[in-house]
């Protein structure tokens, strides 16, 4: 059986998230790496360098939404 495979789409920044977010870019890596709640989803690419898929990041931001 041969999965298909899908082209991988570009990871984004932390300045990209910040951006997409209106937020700055200390908040973004202090929600991406634990320090504050709540958690954005985010992949660890090394000591320092962190990426998101933009899918999860937006996925991520619906779960936040308020209903009334």
């Given at each position: 059986?041969?999965?298909?495979?899908?082209?991988?789409?570009?990871?984004?920044?932390?300045?990209?998230?910040?951006?997409?977010?209106?937020?700055?870019?200390?908040?973004?890596r202090?929600?991406?790496?634990?320090?504050?709640?709540?958690t954005?989803?985010?992949?660890?690419?090394?000591?320092?360098s962190?990426?998101?898929?933009?899918?999860?990041?937006?996925?991520?931001?619906?779960?936040?939404?308020?209903?009334?």
């Open positions: 059986m041969q999965l298909e495979s899908q082209p991988m789409q570009q990871l984004m920044t932390v300045k990209d998230v910040a951006v997409l977010l209106n937020m700055s870019t200390a908040w973004v202090q929600h991406s790496d634990g320090q504050r709640q709540p954005i989803p985010s992949l660890k690419m090394g000591a320092k962190v990426r998101f898929s933009r899918p999860a990041v937006e996925e991520w931001v619906k779960t936040l939404e308020r209903t009334q």
